[in-house]
């Protein structure tokens, strides 16, 4: 089994974290990562898009001219698809683009992301972060002792001064580990992950 060093907001090391190879040494299949983080963006598409068809169109019940002997092409409505103002043919309307992806692929997809880190050598686990008050310049000193750029931080429960001190700081997002997805591990090129947030995944993908 694995082991991966523990440190401090300082980046001093106090200790090692065991990782288990089940959930952080598994084969990485492009395709499932693929498959759910296209499944994780589909389902936060809004699907509100909407254009009117003839039947939503006010107006255009009355024929604009006679069928024959005018010398115009036939028209029935003026709000016919062909025409200015008119209704518009085969457009989007409002739709859910969200398509289902198996719970077991789900979990498999997300040790897939967190193994990718591992191998990388893009993980690092801290013991915690520990804010007095909600002030940005302060976490920006622990993230500059940590070495963060554009990092993900999973959190093992809410920690609101930790929180909104870093909403401020660009490239840098934090999370609970309950919250923990495929789509976020993989944008952000760096995780970190408190010691109680690592131990709480870990024994949750098991």
Request: overall charge positive.
């Amino acid at each position: 089994m694995a082991k991966i060093q523990v440190v401090d907001q300082n980046n001093n090391k106090v200790g090692d974290f065991e990782l288990a190879p089940e959930v952080f040494e598994v084969e990485i299949m492009p395709e499932i990562l693929n498959q759910v983080v296209r499944a994780q963006r589909a389902s936060q598409r809004q699907g509100t898009h909407a254009t009117k068809t003839r039947g939503l169109k006010s107006g255009g019940g009355r024929k604009p001219w006679r069928q024959k002997g005018t010398g115009r092409a036939r028209a029935g409505s003026t709000r016919s698809p062909l025409w200015r103002g008119g209704a518009v043919l085969f457009g989007p309307q409002p739709r859910d683009y969200a398509f289902k992806v198996n719970k077991k692929v789900r979990k498999l997809a997300l040790k897939m992301a967190l193994s990718s880190r591992v191998s990388e050598e893009k993980m690092t686990v801290v013991k915690s972060i520990d804010l007095a008050e909600i002030k940005t310049k302060a976490f920006a000193e622990v993230a500059q002792n940590l070495g963060l750029n554009k990092t993900l931080i999973v959190a093992k429960n809410a920690d609101k001064n930790l929180e909104m001190s870093a909403r401020n700081m660009p490239h840098i997002k934090v999370i609970e580990a309950d919250k923990l997805n495929v789509y976020d591990v993989l944008l952000y090129p760096e995780l970190v992950m408190f010691e109680a947030a690592a131990q709480d995944v870990q024994e949750r993908l098991k």
